[in-house]
């Protein structure tokens, strides 16, 4: 079949991508992409741009929908670049993020004996977050729009309601629109890199409830700043910090170096599987909390700690995984590049009363090349990179310090395919695979994996 531009074409939707496309194939295997749609759905669609061997396309008609669609409960859907199955329900986005993790160990990695636990899905898929950050700018008659950009690009769209986020995200977000609509400040421009507020930036500490309000601005503070602050004190329960970020930089970078305390303290703390943690607008903690306890109980239960073992946790952030292990153990070894990460490890470790934790501020290769030749032989390395993963180089050190077992936790199945056929190469064995979903409605899944090493 010949495609071209504007051709409008029936099509059943038999798989999803990644980044929640619909995939339907033509009679002669030229697939086609269409966002919106179900694994199921038969469909009119027009046709938006072709390639040599796959199109991309846009639903002019749903024939039959997919038994697997239900309402969608969010008026920015099809506008906002945050979720992706809003569209249909609970069971199929996991099914889809199970396939996801399955195909990605099979056909990325070549492993096809390995069996992929059932996804640990979450009890609750609406307001769940406990972060969010906001990009502010200006429509067409330039009034202040805070919100979400678009998919695959920098257009801001309004959100006076984000399903995803608490409620009194939204009541903050109403304070700061206001604010702008009766003060003289000027909102960053991206194209002409002038203007002062550039995102409002909100953390949650879901048991404590206690609330931290960040302004990312061009400049030092905000005209009329005491006034916004009355008005959050007044209205937000919990208030615990307001902090002013400095960001100059021509970058998307959302935050910049430099804080300043505008209210109270810069930190909030939170609880996770019974040990408290002080968070800073800097530190890493998992957006949902809940989901994040289940993860690291698995993880816990992978790396069958004794209290003679050595636990080396790489990429620890302020600490949270390992911290959680660390009273299993004999001694925990952290290792973070961000220097205000660490601080909040440090700390952390001193608030649950751990006494056998140390931690280092380094990458994590450099660091572990630097613990391999001190002679560290540590009984279970703690993996929890970021989407690109950790490379050959790191696992190869691994591989020197031969630990009994490794347990990696991944946000991104294809670069978890990858290593995992570095680490099987390097005589470690995939002994179970785990999904779990920290990010419902979105197109996001974790996975926790399980390797040991071949005696």
Avoid at 121 to 143: C, H, M, V, W
Avoid at 438 to 449: D, I, K, P
Wanted: neutral net charge.
């Amino acid at each position: 079949m010949y495609l071209k531009k504007n051709d409008i074409i029936d099509l059943t939707i038999s798989s999803a991508t990644a980044e929640g496309n619909g995939v339907g194939k033509t009679e002669d295997g030229i697939a086609i992409f269409v966002p919106n749609s179900a694994i199921g759905d038969k469909l009119k669609v027009r046709i938006l741009k072709t390639k040599k061997t796959y199109a991309f396309g846009k639903i002019e008609e749903i024939v039959t929908p997919s038994p697997t669609r239900t309402d969608i409960d969010c008026p920015y859907f099809a506008k906002c670049g945050g979720c992706v199955w809003r569209h249909i329900n609970y069971d199929a986005e996991c099914e889809i993020k199970q396939q996801r993790v399955e195909d990605a160990i099979k056909r990325l990695g070549g492993f096809t004996n390995i069996e992929i636990q059932p996804i640990i899905k979450s009890e609750n898929t609406l307001r769940y977050r406990n972060k969010a950050q906001f990009p502010i700018g200006t429509d067409k008659d330039g009034k202040p729009i805070i919100g979400f950009y678009a998919f695959h690009t920098h257009r801001i769209v309004d959100c006076m309601d984000c399903a995803l986020q608490p409620e009194i995200f939204t009541q903050i977000m109403n304070i700061t629109r206001e604010f702008l609509e009766s003060s003289e400040n000027d909102i960053y421009n991206e194209q002409t890199h002038k203007g002062k507020l550039r995102h409002l930036y909100i953390r949650m500490g879901e048991i404590t409830k206690e609330i931290m309000v960040c302004y990312v601005v061009n400049g030092k503070g905000l005209k009329q700043e005491d006034r916004l602050i009355e008005r959050l004190k007044a209205e937000i329960p919990n208030l615990k910090s307001v902090i002013i970020n400095t960001n100059r930089e021509q970058t998307n970078v959302i935050l910049g170096n430099r804080n300043r305390i505008a209210y109270g303290t810069d930190y909030i703390t939170d609880e996770l599987c019974g040990y408290k943690f002080k968070i800073s607008p800097f530190s890493f903690w998992q957006v949902n909390r809940r989901q994040a306890e289940k993860l690291y109980n698995k993880a816990t239960e992978y790396a069958k700690l004794s209290k003679d073992s050595v636990l080396l946790d790489l990429y620890c952030g302020t600490g949270t995984i390992g911290l959680t292990m660390a009273n299993n153990c004999k001694s925990l070894i952290g290792v973070e590049i961000i220097e205000d990460a660490i601080k909040d490890a440090i700390e952390n470790a001193k608030i649950n009363g751990i006494e056998n934790a140390r931690f280092i501020c380094a990458d994590a290769s450099t660091a572990a090349e630097q613990l391999k030749n001190e002679g560290l032989r540590p009984d279970v390395v703690i993996l929890d990179p970021p989407r690109k993963g950790c490379g050959e180089e790191l696992v190869q050190t691994i591989k020197e310090m031969s630990p009994q077992r490794v347990v990696y936790v991944s946000c991104d199945p294809a670069t978890l395919a990858r290593d995992l056929k570095h680490f099987s190469s390097s005589g470690y064995e995939i002994q179970e695979i785990t999904p779990c979903d920290m990010f419902s409605r979105t197109a996001h899944v974790e996975t926790v994996c399980l390797l040991s090493r071949n005696k």
